[in-house]
């Protein structure tokens, strides 16, 4: 494991999980124990919830080592897989570090959310490249079903397998193939689902909470809903994601979507990054969950409601009789539902083709990867 930061920590836990013997590497400490970071990482695995580990002991079994002293060890391991920053520069840094040192035989995988697994590859010796690919899980990597499956266009057709095979009968995985598109398949219909909440909520001035009282369980997606969604992702992440899509796909019909909002990037200038710094969208004072309100600017008590009409309409068992209700009224949380749905529904049509083989695979990736009880096409 290539990287101790909250991705490749967890990622190495669920492996332990799985009895599949692991080492992890980070930075060199620059005093004292060389492995000191890889070992902090390893503590906090103790304070994350929901826990990444299935008992707290099985910490131990995890292997430490660093860049500087213990490349050596690649030898041994036949899959490397790669979770630090989201930086092709860093990436390709660290590849270059590491290849004298890999096993003729070993994998070597790319955690990445969503940069080009070709690029990628291309900083990588002819040889190694049929050998490389991308193998995205999603966080928490313990509880989450979702890992994609990214090809570039060298890797080895029977390597695929089998990782395919690896990750679902040993780490109990939901494996969804996808190409070598921006984001791949579940962020790129997840965050632009996220995209179009914030273009609709701005339009439409509604309160961030109750954004996300419509957008959670109420319309069978996590409780997490929206904007709770961003603050456990983290806005920075989030932002990170959101700059890909935006300078990666100009041509893209929903393009004007692919900007963090105004309030959005003055959190980000405070540091306020959502859970991870205490504060974001929603903060916590003593038991009580506050939200940002941009008309006080400032935090207040987090208890909106859904209208009492708009909840009535979403009774609808049949999807077409709900959605038409939603466009026929005029309540802007009515409005903004059926915007946000249209929205998802058209993007989902119009670039199915692009970033997925067939609907199915585009509906797995979402359900899976985001929580959601159904995808785009079977709500269609």
């Given amino acids: 494991m290539l990287g101790a930061g909250v991705m490749g920590a967890q990622i190495a836990a669920h492996l332990i999980n799985a009895n599949v013997p692991v080492v992890m590497f980070e930075l060199a400490a620059k005093d004292g124990d060389p492995n000191a970071n ?69 994998v070597l995988a790319t955690n990445t959310s969503g940069l080009s697994v070709n690029t990628l590859a291309q900083a990588l010796p002819e040889a190694l490249r049929e050998r490389f690919c991308g193998v995205h899980f999603f ?61 609709h909520t701005e339009r439409l001035r509604l309160a961030f909470d109750v954004v996300d009282a419509l957008t959670g369980p109420l319309i069978g997606r996590p409780k997490s809903a929206t904007y709770r969604t961003a603050d456990v992702v983290g806005l920075d992440t989030l932002a990170h994601v959101i700059s890909t899509m935006k300078e990666t796909l100009p041509e893209d019909p929903w393009h004007k979507y692919f900007e963090p909002p105004v309030w959005y990037r003055g959190l980000l200038e405070q540091g306020a990054l959502g859970q991870k710094s205490g504060r974001g969208v929603y903060r916590k004072a003593g038991a009580q969950i506050q939200v940002l309100d941009l008309g006080a600017r400032d935090y207040r008590r987090a208890e909106a409601e859904p209208d009492a009409s708009v909840i009535e309409a979403l009774k609808t068992k049949d999807a077409a009789e709900r959605l038409r209700k939603l466009r026929e009224s005029a309540h802007p949380q009515a409005q903004f539902l059926w915007a946000v749905s249209r929205d998802m529904l058209h993007y989902c049509a119009y670039q199915l083709a692009d970033i997925a083989d067939n609907a199915r695979d585009l509906d797995l990736a979402v359900r899976w990867g985001f929580g959601w009880n159904q995808g785009p096409f079977e709500i269609w």
């Fill in 139 to 199: 966080n928490p990597p313990r509880y989450m079903y979702l890992v994609e499956l990214i090809a570039s266009r060298h890797t080895r057709a029977d390597l695929l397998d089998q990782l395919e095979t690896f990750l679902t009968t040993t780490l109990g995985k939901g494996v969804i193939r996808a190409k070598d598109t921006p984001n791949f398949i579940a962020n790129r219909v997840g965050v632009f689902s996220i995209l179009a909440a914030f273009h």
């Fill in 38 to 106: 890889v070992r902090r990482a390893i503590e906090n695995l103790g304070k994350l919830e929901p826990a990444p580990l299935a008992a707290s002991a099985l910490a131990a079994y995890i292997d430490v080592a660093n860049y500087d002293g213990d490349l050596a060890e690649l030898r041994e391991c036949d899959l490397v897989i790669e979770a630090i920053a989201e930086r092709v520069d860093l990436k390709k840094s660290l590849y270059e570090r590491i290849v004298p040192h890999l096993a003729p035989r070993a």
